[in-house]
């Protein structure tokens, strides 16, 4: 099982947005900089992060990117789906059917629900994750050991 850079590369944008200390917010330029990445990278990441409502921007010589919302209330098992879908969606059986366009195991499949099971458990852990808690120290950690 792999996350894609873009995923990655959001929550590492939502991350440098939230710790800013700036009331103005930051620029794509500064975030590219600061996180090492092209600035048509990041202007794609925060699109996308602008659209799914957990970043606001704003134009202008003073403008930036901010976030959304509160830190506790931006998930990030929704900010990941924004990214780049789920592991595995309702759709999955039909767009990888075959070559005949219907799935030979429709009605007895031990592979769907061994996708279905690894994706509940992810997001039964990343809906108890919010950005404060990747802000915060090693609490993380402790929130994990404790679910």
Same mark, same amino acid.
């Given at each position: 099982m792999k996350f894609s850079a873009q995923?990655?590369?959001g929550i590492r944008c939502l991350l440098r947005i939230a710790k800013a200390t700036t009331s103005n917010g =930051? @620029?794509?330029p500064e975030i590219s900089q600061l996180e090492g =990445? @092209?600035?048509?990278?990041?202007?794609k990441i925060l699109r996308i992060l602008r659209l799914g409502g957990f970043i606001e921007s704003a134009r202008g010589q003073t403008g930036g990117y901010k976030l959304g919302r509160i830190p506790e209330e931006i998930i990030i098992?929704?900010?990941l789906t924004a990214l780049g879908g789920k592991l595995y969606e309702d759709t999955f059986c039909s767009t990888h059917a075959g070559v005949e366009g219907i799935?030979?195991?429709s009605i007895d499949c031990s592979i769907r629900s061994l996708w279905t099971t690894i994706q509940n458990l992810l997001d039964g852990v990343l809906s108890k994750i919010s950005l404060k808690d990747l802000i915060g120290k090693d609490e993380l950690f402790q929130i994990m050991i404790d679910n």
């Open positions: 995923e990655e590369y =930051l @620029t794509i =990445l @092209t600035p048509s990278n990041v202007g098992g929704d900010v799935c030979n195991n």
